[in-house]
């Protein structure tokens, strides 16, 4: 694993969220992968649970939104990267995120789990409990 495949991982991913469906998910996610909205949060687990997950989250792929990133490490097959995230025009929903990735050996990625902080707020609450 190594930087640039974790930059082009990330841009597929910002692909992804603004295509319509969730087909691109598959070669994003591996097929048992787990997605962690937050670090305690329970994780959704397996490729069509992530992407009934995806569908709910997203207002929907034509969102307006940017995205900066910026990988912060990578250590074999980890990799944690700092985005931040703008969604709206003008700009209703703001957050700042850590994603810390767990790739496979066929390059996609099998433990997703992210940190999220929105302006004056603590990380969101999970929605399972405390």
């Excluded at 841009?11 to 691109?24: D, L």
């Excluded at 995806?54 to 074999?76: H, K, L, N």
Aim: glycine share 8%; with cysteine.
């Amino acid at each position: 694993m190594d930087r640039k495949h974790v930059d082009d991982w990330l841009a597929a991913y910002e692909r992804a969220w603004r295509t319509p469906g969730t087909n691109a998910l598959g070669t994003l996610f591996a097929e048992d992968a787990s997605y962690q909205q937050g670090p305690y949060w329970t994780p959704v687990v397996g490729l069509p649970a992530i992407a009934r997950m995806w569908e709910e989250q997203r207002r929907g792929p034509d969102e307006v939104f940017e995205m900066t990133r910026e990988i912060v490490a990578v250590d074999g097959d980890t990799a944690v990267a700092r985005l931040e995230v703008h969604y709206g025009d003008p700009v209703d929903q703001e957050y700042r995120d850590l994603w810390i990735m767990r790739f496979a050996e066929d390059g996609r990625c099998r433990s997703f789990e992210e940190w999220p902080f929105w302006p004056g707020q603590q990380p969101a609450n999970p929605p399972d409990g405390p």
